[in-house]
């Protein structure tokens, strides 16, 4: 004979900081749900626990935590009363500082079941009224009678005292203490016009500052080009201004410090480009279709982004020739119907002097030196051009002239020429003949 027994689960478990909802039935299948206690919160977590057919209670997950507000408000001017406790139904008294009278408002706050203090409205006021304002300045201390400033943070305090006092007739004396912001020693600072240095002095005193100034240049075109120069420069004044020799197409850091506070700005240029040197010529005018013309020039630091373009011109009704014009230093490009470039020549391969040939039918920096048309009239045009990345500056000057005379013009002259010479003969012995047979 079998007796079946019912398992049972018992009581279940207890958790921390919780209330259950149960039934007290502990059959399998039977749930309990847990709640957190009153001023404490649910963070998380399940809640229920099941009475399995094993005769035991499913662990519930379920966490609450205590409902705390925290420190309490802060409010100026006054102080506090509070045993530390920051649980729901605590409470704060606020009472005004010493110096401060409560003028209104209710001096309690209560910490509430969400956690959060109610907001006290107490009033206080200083006996002798608000404290002084000072500009860009902080009450670092005061009671009933002194107020202490200070300068903000970023602000220099610059002469008077920094202590107001409240007198006998309920006035402030207030602080003459100027508080001025804090600016470095060199402000301002750029360079004018490529040339000058200019900067704003910050400076407390009447007093005397040197500066020093040292720059350093550097060229991408030439590696081992470096101008490296150091200036001083004395002054009591607050806008400086310092021109330096900075040279060409080059890219500079300038570095300028206030020797009495070893205050340190530095800024960056680059120089541009300058207009090339024109070559000094000779001008001619020629009558032969293969003219030597010759130069003499001087060496420059920029010999190594320059060049010489020759052009020639055929003279042509009206004629207009742009020397600022970016004429391309392709071989293979055509400037116009006319005008062409003969030669190209890189000023490192010029000496002091130089002579060149017009039209000796030979190459030039990849142009044809072509031969000059008998017959026609040509300008000859030397163009001197620096260029660098992008930029192109030029300058040019007239060289010399080609007077063409065409064969058949030449040998008509010559034709001329004779017949009347000719002419010229048979008349003189005509005359001579008629003078010889008046004297017979």
């Not at 662990?59 to 001017?77: F, H, K, R």
């Not at 991408?220 to 020799?245: G, P, T």
């Not at 142009?367 to 048309?373: D, K, Q, T, V």
Request: glycine residues 6%; aromatic residues 12%; hydrophobic residues 35%.
């Amino acid at each position: 004979m079998f007796f079946l027994v019912e398992t049972l689960c018992g009581s279940p478990p207890i958790i921390v900081s919780t209330e259950q909802v149960w039934n007290r039935n502990s059959s399998p299948g039977s749930t309990v749900l847990y709640y957190c206690k009153e001023g404490f919160y649910n963070t998380g977590g399940h809640n229920v626990s099941i009475c399995n057919e094993n005769g035991q209670w499913t662990l519930p997950t379920l966490l609450c935590e205590e409902i705390l507000c925290g420190d309490p408000p802060i409010l100026p001017y006054t102080g506090q009363v509070w045993n530390g406790s920051s649980t729901p139904g605590s409470t704060v008294s606020y009472y005004c500082k010493i110096g401060f009278y409560h003028d209104e408002g209710k001096n309690i706050s209560l910490c509430t079941m969400n956690g959060f203090w109610t907001k006290p409205n107490i009033s206080c006021k200083a006996k002798c009224g608000p404290v002084p304002f000072i500009a860009n300045s902080v009450v670092v201390w005061h009671n009933r009678s002194i107020v202490i400033h200070r300068c903000l943070d970023g602000y220099h305090s610059w002469r008077g005292s920094n202590v107001s006092v409240c007198d006998s007739s309920g006035l402030w004396q207030e602080a003459t203490l100027r508080c001025i912001e804090i600016k470095p020693p060199i402000s301002h600072l750029f360079v004018l016009n490529e040339k000058c240095l200019r900067w704003k002095a910050e400076k407390y005193e009447d007093d005397t500052e040197v500066y020093r100034v040292t720059y350093t240049g550097s060229r991408d075109f030439q590696r081992s080009f470096h101008d490296k120069r150091k200036r001083f420069l004395s002054s009591k004044a607050q806008q400086l201004e310092l021109c330096l020799n900075l040279l060409p197409v080059t890219n500079y850091s300038i570095s300028i410090t206030a020797v009495s506070t070893r205050f340190t700005a530095t800024i960056t240029t680059n120089t541009s480009l300058p207009v090339p040197p024109a070559p000094v010529v000779y001008y001619r005018e020629f009558e032969t279709p293969v003219p030597t013309l010759g130069l003499h020039r001087s060496p420059n630091p920029l010999d190594p982004i320059s060049l010489y373009q020759v052009f020639v011109l055929p003279v042509e009704g009206i004629m207009m020739f742009d020397c600022s014009s970016p004429a391309s230093s392709n071989p293979t490009s055509k400037l116009s119907l006319t005008e062409y470039i003969t030669a190209q020549i890189d000023v490192t391969h010029v000496g002091t002097e130089m002579n060149f040939t017009v039209g000796d039918a030979l190459y030039y920096g990849g142009f044809f030196n072509a031969p000059l048309e008998n017959g026609r009239n040509y300008y000859i045009i030397l163009r001197a051009v620096n260029q660098w990345k992008m930029v192109l500056k030029s300058s040019c000057v007239l060289w010399a002239k080609v007077r063409g005379t065409s064969y058949v013009l030449r040998v008509s002259s010559l034709s001329a020429l004779a017949f009347i010479g000719l002419v010229a003969l048979i008349i003189l012995v005509g005359y001579s003949f008629i003078w010889i047979f008046k004297k017979t």
